[in-house]
């Protein structure tokens, strides 16, 4: 497949210094040994770096160099250019960032990639910049990228044992961003906002999660109506197994977000035979959407309540079974109303993910959180 050649811009704004390295494309695929599971095409082509920093490079983009050429331009030198299908990596370690951030917000706008090598904190401080988001504050980096023709925002986060590897993963991710394979549509909601992590659980496993966040009814008696698409993935390492994983929200309790749970699956039961089924509807308005995925003896424990608006489900794993001891994802799934108020106005609240594994008397829990920052129409 046809990929464009696009250029990433890794900018530290200090009292910069401009250090140009180049570098062997050819040597990206030394990083699959030590870093499996890629996101996305690891076959990528070159690109170009603009690295701009101190004495000191930025954190773990000593992996991103091994695998593109690297130039020095500068940010202001190149802020037209900077807009469909590149990528802007920005480290926060620098003074001028502020200054800088309305460029860096209009690169995003015109359909650049922005990744944060340092966390989420670039999004969360401003995110009125930005817009929607979801990305997690305890990441090693993350970053989005905005479709504007298919109104989807595509948020992902990393965290392993090994920067190097982060960023290889990122660099995956925003590279599969650029791809030209057309609109990355998610049927035709009025918003989309796509939250993604991989977390690397020591030695225990890898858990990832893939959250859609769909806005489905927009400002209808005041509300705005969101459906929330859980998909969570858990893959043991060695002879560790998946205990369970869980994921929940406090959609009633939260100080910031004026929300009500209104439907949430799947039911609590112990599937005898898949495929476990998700329905979620609401009648006015009317909405309604459904989907299945598999499990066999997979224990469902929802504890949600729709009175205070809890949302909790849990999936039980058989112990020695294939779900327990080989990769396994399950979907439950929510439809939330909130205040629809002004543009101002956004869906916040925090998703809690965990996942648990074990071995003989052994086990180990492991959390992270993820606040989403959503706007109705941005």
């Not at 530290?12 to 990083?31: G, H, R, Y």
């Not at 994921?247 to 009633?252: A, D, I, L, Q, S």
Request: hydrophobic share 35%; proline share 4%; net charge negative.
């Amino acid at each position: 497949m046809h990929k464009k050649l696009f250029a990433a811009f890794v900018v530290a704004m200090c009292a910069l210094s401009i250090v140009p390295t180049t570098l062997s494309a050819d040597s990206a695929k030394d990083f699959d040994i030590n870093c499996p599971g890629l996101y996305g095409n690891k076959n990528v082509q070159d690109c170009e770096i603009s690295l701009f920093a101190t004495e000191k490079i930025p954190s773990g983009t000593d992996a991103l160099f091994s695998c593109i050429s690297a130039r020095g331009i500068a940010i202001t030198d190149r802020i037209e250019s900077i807009g469909e299908k590149t990528v802007l990596a920005v480290s926060e370690s620098c003074a001028d960032l502020e200054k800088n951030i309305k460029d860096i917000s209009n690169a995003y706008k015109n359909g650049a990639v922005i990744i944060s090598l340092d966390g989420s904190h670039l999004f969360k401080k401003w995110d009125s910049e930005f817009g929607s988001t979801s990305v997690s504050d305890t990441s090693d980096m993350c970053g989005i990228y905005r479709d504007n023709i298919a109104h989807t925002t595509f948020c992902y986060s990393v965290k392993t044992m090994n920067l190097s590897c982060s960023m290889q993963r990122i660099y995956n991710w925003a590279a599969t961003m650029t791809a030209d394979t057309g609109s990355k549509s998610q049927h035709g909601y009025h918003n989309v906002v796509v939250s993604e992590m991989d977390l690397e659980c020591g030695n225990h496993g890898w858990f990832s999660f893939s959250t859609l966040y769909c806005l489905d009814e927009f400002n209808v008696n005041g509300y705005d109506y969101w459906i929330v698409k859980y998909h969570e993935e858990s893959h043991p390492k060695s002879y560790w197994q998946t205990g369970w994983m869980s994921v929940e929200n406090e959609f009633g309790s939260c100080p910031f977000l004026d929300g009500f749970l209104l439907s949430h699956g799947p039911n609590s039961c112990r599937s005898s035979q898949p495929p476990i089924s998700v329905g979620l509807s609401v009648p006015n308005p009317s909405i309604s959407i459904s989907w299945n995925y598999s499990g066999q003896n997979v224990e469902i424990i929802n504890k949600s309540i729709k009175a205070t608006g809890r949302f909790y489900v849990k999936h039980v794993l058989p112990k020695n079974s294939n779900e327990s001891k080989y990769t396994y994802f399950c979907k439950p799934g929510a439809i939330v109303k909130i205040d629809h108020g002004d543009s101002d106005t956004a869906y916040y609240s925090t998703d809690v993910y965990k996942v648990n594994y074990w071995f003989s008397i052994l086990n180990k829990t492991y959390s992270v959180s993820v606040s989403p920052i959503l706007y109705p129409d941005r």
